[in-house]
């Protein structure tokens, strides 16, 4: 039996989910969650094999709480569910521990192939996340991009980040210049809707 927590902040998505995985012979949903410190409570307490997370959550999110699971004592695989089938999330996710990668929209029959594949030991990545995974590499950000990246998020100045970071503003203009670059925008306008839309930080 595949004993599988569905974590998704939406009680009516649980709900069908839910129903449909019941009517699935090998499979028991033995628990929900609504945030990622819930999903990670219950992971802990439930030992399920499978864990179906919607990345978008309240609380500590989806990647943080995907960390988290894999440091418990009996660490579960964990499927990853988005609405944004195609976002720079799922490869972090899959970068933080995540054993697969599904579109919120996929059919439901491909949702069971998956948990059934991911509960084989394998991996299993729907083909849309695949084909965008190959196009756009995780790209890996060290404490001090991550630092500049989070000081953009708030609005903060050139001046305040020099400040913040004990650099001369010059300096803080070529890090800048370079983190663009990597982020592939033109601008901090650019680079702040990036980071909040792909939460970055």
């Given at each position: 039996?595949?004993r ?22 090998g ?9 990622g410190?819930?999903?990670?409570s ?76 991911i ?5 299993y ?10 196009a ?28 913040m ?37």
């Amino acid at each position: 039996m595949i004993r599988v927590l569905l974590v998704d902040d939406h009680a009516f998505l649980r709900m069908g989910v839910k129903s449909f995985l019941e009517l699935e012979e090998g499979v028991e949903v033995v628990g929900e969650a609504e945030s990622g410190e819930e999903a990670v409570s219950a992971a802990a307490s439930l030992k399920p094999d499978i864990v179906v997370l919607d990345l978008m959550m309240p609380g500590i999110g989806g990647i943080e709480a995907v960390r988290r699971m894999a440091r418990l004592e009996r660490p579960p695989q964990v499927l990853v569910l988005s609405s944004f089938g195609q976002s720079a999330e799922m490869a972090r996710a899959l970068s933080a521990g995540a054993n697969g990668a599904l579109a919120k929209d996929a059919p439901m029959e491909e949702l069971v192939k998956a948990i059934r594949r991911i509960n084989s030991g394998k991996r299993y990545v729907s083909t849309d996340i695949a084909n965008y995974l190959a196009a756009n590499p995780i790209v890996e950000f060290d404490a001090r991009e991550r630092e500049i990246m989070l000081a953009i998020s708030k609005g903060l100045s050139n001046e305040d980040i020099a400040a913040m970071l004990k650099l001369s503003v010059p300096r803080v203009k070529q890090l800048l210049k370079d983190l663009y670059a990597r982020l592939g925008v033109a601008n901090r306008a650019e680079a702040a809707g990036m980071i909040l839309r792909e939460r970055l930080v």
